[in-house]
């Protein structure tokens, strides 16, 4: 059969229409054989080759062999019956994959935002349980600094002077500090923390504006707020505290073409990171 021709299954009673080049992707397992006709348990039924197992599982499979990535819902939970799927019909590399359940199964990640006032200052920590999440955040964040003259920290007007990118404190890879309002300096001189948080291209110099523009920004990645909480009353700070179950990175198979051969003749593991 030519590797471009169109290859009906129905599988526990559901039509497939793939091509056979993406059946013999790895030419060892039972689906290449089935278009061999080396199979003789795949019957060619009115042009479809008839399978009596799962259709549902077997989407999975042809996603597999579409883009050789294991990529599952959220919600998914039937681990063993794949990778019993994938054994039955050869895929070795797959059944390897889903052997390995850790690297699949999405984690409760926990976020928590500490906030607090002072005078015409805020400060704010974070803390994450994953590091990836709060790199990806800090890269997010910047601070611009600069003097003022006379101004509050209210005031919805940047300095007319250029405003100073600066670094935030990174205590560790778990959690970042930084603050944003205003610092008397010298005389009538202010010294003014501006903070933008992408995409949001505002230079905002309000604790209570940015607090509000972060939780956002968190909601809108996905994070749930679980529970908001006073931790020192005296120092009036604030803890807000979120989670999310975050996908596990995507499990690729790296495939090795033989010269001659018509598929793959072995594979092996590898992580590839996937975009939220």
Same mark, same amino acid.
């Given at each position: 059969?030519?590797?471009?021709?169109?290859?009906?299954?129905?599988?526990?009673g559901?039509?497939?229409?793939?091509?056979?080049?993406?059946?013999?992707?790895f030419?060892?397992?039972?689906?290449?054989?089935?278009?061999?006709d080396?199979?003789?348990?795949?019957? =060619?039924?009115?042009?479809?080759?008839?399978?009596?197992?799962?259709?549902?599982?077997?989407? #999975?499979?042809?996603?597999?062999?579409r883009?050789?990535?294991?990529?599952?819902?959220?919600?998914?939970?039937? #681990?063993?019956?794949?990778? /019993?799927?994938?054994?039955?019909y050869?895929?070795?590399?797959?059944?390897?994959? =889903?052997?390995?359940?850790?690297?699949?199964?999405?984690?409760?990640e926990?976020?928590?935002?500490?906030?607090?006032?002072?005078?015409?200052?805020?400060? +704010?920590?974070? +803390?994450?349980?994953c590091?990836?999440?709060?790199?990806?955040?800090?890269?997010?964040?910047?601070?611009?600094?600069?003097?003022?003259?006379?101004? !509050?920290?209210?005031?919805?007007?940047? !300095?007319?002077?250029?405003?100073?990118?600066?670094?935030?404190?990174?205590?560790?890879?778990?959690?970042?500090?930084?603050?944003?309002?205003?610092? #008397?300096?010298?005389?009538?001189? +202010?010294?003014?923390?501006?903070?933008?948080?992408?995409?949001?291209? /505002?230079?905002?110099?309000?604790?209570?504006?940015?607090?509000?523009?972060?939780?956002?920004?968190? =909601?809108?990645?996905?994070? /749930? =707020?679980? !529970?908001?909480?006073?931790?020192? !009353?005296?120092?009036?700070?604030?803890? #807000?505290?979120?989670?999310?179950?975050?996908?596990?990175?995507?499990?690729?198979?790296?495939?090795?073409?033989?010269?001659?051969?018509?598929?793959?003749?072995?594979?092996?593991?590898?992580?590839?990171?996937?975009?939220?």
């Amino acid at each position: 059969m030519s590797s471009r021709e169109v290859v009906v299954l129905s599988v526990g009673g559901v039509r497939f229409v793939t091509r056979a080049s993406t059946l013999l992707q790895f030419p060892e397992s039972r689906l290449a054989r089935m278009l061999n006709d080396d199979d003789q348990e795949f019957k =060619l039924v009115n042009g479809e080759f008839f399978v009596d197992r799962d259709a549902t599982l077997f989407s #999975y499979i042809m996603d597999f062999l579409r883009t050789l990535q294991v990529s599952l819902p959220t919600d998914f939970s039937d #681990y063993q019956r794949l990778q /019993r799927e994938a054994e039955f019909y050869g895929l070795y590399p797959l059944a390897d994959l =889903l052997s390995q359940e850790h690297l699949l199964k999405p984690r409760l990640e926990i976020l928590e935002v500490r906030f607090s006032l002072q005078e015409m200052q805020a400060f +704010f920590r974070i +803390f994450g349980s994953c590091s990836t999440t709060v790199e990806t955040l800090a890269e997010q964040i910047t601070v611009f600094t600069g003097q003022q003259l006379g101004q !509050s920290w209210n005031s919805p007007f940047p !300095s007319q002077k250029p405003l100073v990118p600066l670094p935030l404190e990174r205590p560790s890879h778990h959690d970042m500090v930084f603050q944003c309002g205003t610092d #008397y300096s010298a005389g009538d001189q +202010f010294v003014a923390r501006f903070v933008s948080i992408k995409p949001d291209n /505002r230079k905002l110099i309000n604790g209570t504006n940015v607090l509000g523009l972060l939780l956002d920004t968190l =909601l809108k990645d996905g994070f /749930r =707020l679980i !529970s908001t909480r006073t931790v020192s !009353s005296e120092e009036k700070v604030e803890c #807000y505290t979120f989670e999310r179950m975050k996908r596990p990175a995507g499990l690729t198979v790296t495939v090795n073409q033989i010269p001659g051969s018509s598929g793959v003749a072995r594979a092996k593991r590898s992580q590839v990171q996937k975009g939220k």
